[in-house]
Every structure is written in structure tokens, then in C-alpha cells.
């Protein structure tokens, strides 16, 4: 194992969107056993220390590879097209304007059927964009383009969290009585 691998070549993965999620957690588990700082105990501090480091780097590429936007941006950064969401903020205007839309619907939302309902628009379009990125990551190698979907894709998953948060808001004092 280099420290300095790929999440992918650590794993042993093709270098690929298009994951399962039962072999990157197998392989996890494997990795994190193989590095495991008590293994090393009788080979002393500095030996422990490395482990600890492996397991840290190990801990870091499954958190990477496990989750799909991550895992999309990671890609697009592997291959000189960096997502730079805190700097590169434009958007298409329709994608501005179903956000403008959503955020209306969300402030005007009174009961849990209209959360619920928003909340699904939010992860049929986080399917489709997920999808969207696998085909211009994996066939077709569109990575700039594909680095624009994470970017549309970070503020889709900020929204669904705050729709869940005004939808838990919305059901407390439900629960409080």
C-alpha cells in the first residue's frame, strides 16, 4: 500500500464512477484490519504510528468512495476538472430557476403532505443528476461537465436537508405532546 494511491488503486477499484457499495465496504473492512494499530504493538511506537496513519488515509478514501456525490467530485478532481464549489457558483438558468422554485415552495409549505411531496421532487431530481454524472464520468469522460452536475447536485442535497429539517420543525411539537 502508498499513501500517496488513489482512493481507487487503495481499494483495488476500477477508477469509475459505477460502484458497489458492498465491495467498497468489504474492502474497508479489510483494509482497516490489515492496518489496525494493534497489530503492530510488539514492532513499537513508530510502527503503531504508521498503522494509525493507514487507518486515518483508509478511513478518508472509504468516506470518499462510499458516498456518490463525493465519489462523483473526487473523479472529476482526479482528472484536472476540480469542482471549486466554494468559487464557481454558475448555474444554468432553468436549475436557478427550479431552485428559486423550490425555495418558494418550501417557505410557503404548511403540513407534512407538501414537505413530503417537495422532498420527493428533490430525490427523483438527485437520481436523475446522480445518473447524469455516471454516464459523463464513466462513457463519455465529460469531467468538466460532469464537475458542473456536482456542483448542481450540492445545492440539490443542501435543499433536501432543509426541506427534512423544516419537516422534523414541522412534526416536534407533534411529538411533544
Same mark, same amino acid.
Given at each position: 500500500?502508498?499513501?500517496?494511491?488513489? +482512493?481507487? &488503486?487503495?481499494?483495488?477499484?476500477?477508477?469509475?464512477?459505477?460502484? +458497489? =457499495?458492498?465491495?467498497?465496504?468489504? =474492502?474497508?473492512?479489510?483494509? $482497516? =484490519? $490489515?492496518?489496525?494499530?494493534?497489530r503492530f504493538a510488539a514492532q513499537g511506537a513508530a510502527a503503531q504510528r504508521l498503522a494509525m496513519q493507514w487507518s486515518v488515509r483508509i478511513n478518508e478514501a472509504y468516506a470518499r468512495l462510499k458516498d456518490p456525490l463525493r465519489r462523483a467530485a473526487y473523479l472529476c478532481e482526479l482528472n484536472a476538472a476540480p469542482v471549486n464549489a466554494e468559487r464557481n457558483t454558475a448555474m444554468s438558468q432553468a436549475f436557478l430557476v427550479q431552485q428559486m422554485q423550490w =425555495?418558494?415552495?418550501? &417557505?410557503? /409549505?404548511? +403540513? /407534512?403532505?407538501?414537505l413530503n411531496e417537495l422532498s420527493l421532487q428533490v430525490a427523483s431530481e438527485r437520481r436523475d443528476m446522480l445518473q447524469k454524472c455516471e454516464q459523463l464520468l464513466d462513457r463519455e469522460q465529460a469531467y468538466q461537465e460532469a464537475a458542473q452536475r456536482v456542483r448542481a447536485l450540492m445545492f440539490i442535497e443542501r435543499f433536501g436537508r432543509d426541506v427534512e429539517a423544516r419537516l422534523d420543525q414541522l412534526q416536534a411539537p407533534e411529538r411533544g405532546q
Open positions: 500500500m502508498n499513501l500517496h494511491s488513489s +482512493d481507487f &488503486e487503495l481499494f483495488g477499484l476500477a477508477t469509475q464512477y459505477s460502484q +458497489d =457499495r458492498d465491495v467498497i465496504d468489504a =474492502r474497508w473492512k479489510e483494509l $482497516q =484490519r $490489515q492496518a489496525h494499530p494493534d =425555495r418558494e415552495a418550501l &417557505e410557503a /409549505a404548511q +403540513d /407534512a403532505e407538501t
